[in-house]
């Protein structure tokens, strides 16, 4: 499963999780993308009707039906672009909005895929630990890989970064 957290269609992040799927299907996986700005998708009200046991929201939005294939999934890749130092709007809300798996989701591989107009990994980071915050609340998740897709700005840039090819190599070897 593969969760694209850009308002930007086509843009450098999906370009990866492009990459990722072509690179997992053509070693033999089924892979589901789920673009979070096709959601129709609330805030997280905290109102804690979710746990322990609910496994769902009380929210009638499109996220309960995505419960379901998290809990499928073998493998999660989560493909955002830095936002301010951090991951986007969207990519936190869609995370906050998992919060019924709290408790239940374990044993995944996770990947994480980061596009950024500035080169330096370090200024990437912060958003990679935003990813390991949710990550790091579930019990036997195996983080497998990060790309850092640094220095790209413009939609597109990212196909004549190193990061292009990665992306479709971590994909292939999962
Ligand atoms: C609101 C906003 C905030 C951004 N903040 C940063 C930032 O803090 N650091 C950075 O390097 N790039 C920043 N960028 C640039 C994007 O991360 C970059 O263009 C990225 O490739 C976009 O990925 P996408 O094409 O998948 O949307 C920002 C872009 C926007 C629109």
């Known amino acids: 499963m593969i969760i694209c957290g850009s308002p930007r269609v086509n843009g450098n992040s999906d370009l990866l999780a492009a990459q990722f799927a072509k690179g997992a299907q053509e070693a033999g996986h089924q892979v589901r993308t789920v673009y979070v700005r096709q959601l129709k998708m609330n805030y997280c009200h905290g109102c804690m009707a979710c746990l322990p046991d ?28 830095v936002y301010y130092y951090s991951i986007t709007a969207q990519m936190k ?35 990679m630990d935003a990813l390991q915050g949710f990550v790091d609340c579930f019990e036997g998740m195996v983080v497998k890989g990060r790309i850092y897709g640094g220095g790209a700005t413009n939609k597109g840039d990212i196909v004549r970064l190193p990061a292009y090819e990665e992306a479709y190599e971590m994909g292939r070897t999962i």
């Not at 019924?100 to 912060?126: F, I, S």
Request: hydrophobic share 45%; aromatic share 12%.
């Open 54 to 81: 609910a496994m769902s929201c009380i929210q009638h939005d499109d996220l309960n039906a995505l419960l379901p294939w998290m809990m499928d999934a073998d493998v999660v890749c989560f493909a955002t672009p």
């Open 93 to 127: 809300t869609f995370i906050d909005r998992m919060n019924p798996l709290y408790g239940h989701w374990r044993d995944k591989e996770v990947y994480y895929m980061v596009t950024a107009a500035e080169e330096d990994h370090a200024q990437l980071d912060r958003a």
